[in-house]
């Protein structure tokens, strides 16, 4: 027995296998302008006299860029690198996200992830509302200091993010 599947449905299955794409394109961070955005970040915290590490990664959490400020302590690179691995993966800053998770129970299991870091210095790159990266600070005494870093970089370097 052969069933008939009504008209509307089979032009809805049409629709949505022709929308669906087989090949994505997306934006990528180039090396060049992580390495900007990483310097540019070095730079603005070693003018407000913090020695910090920045790292900016990819979409995927790849490392893209380091540089290390002279004097910057040796736990700045891990913690860094977390913190722009949380900031990319979440597509959020880990301020943010840290402030969520000290006021929501159930977001306080963030900190169980594998590699996250919910201390304020990650900061996602977006272009529009796509995030292709993000960077992380570490070594200024305070997240928010961090962020004030990578933010200031990210400014810099905006007209490049379109």
Not at 24 to 34: F, G, K, Q
């Amino acid at each position: 027995m052969i069933r008939r599947l009504p008209f509307a449905l089979v032009l809805l299955a049409a629709a949505s296998a022709a929308s669906a794409q087989a090949v994505r394109t997306e934006r990528a961070l180039s090396l060049d302008l992580a390495n900007q955005i990483a310097g540019a970040t070095v730079a603005a915290c070693t003018t407000a006299g913090y020695a910090v590490t920045a790292t900016v990664v990819d979409r995927a959490g790849g490392i893209r860029a380091v540089q290390r400020a002279d004097n910057a302590g040796p736990h700045t690179l891990g913690a860094s690198y977390q913190k722009a691995y949380t900031s990319a993966s979440a597509k959020n800053t880990t301020l943010a996200m840290m402030e969520g998770a000290q006021k929501n129970p159930a977001a306080a299991n963030l900190v169980n992830i594998p590699g996250f870091l919910l201390l304020g210095g990650g900061v996602p790159i977006k272009v529009g509302n796509d995030t292709i990266g993000a960077v992380g600070v570490g070594g200024a005494p305070g997240g928010h200091l961090d962020e004030q870093c990578a933010v200031a970089a990210l400014d810099k370097v905006k007209d490049q993010l379109k």
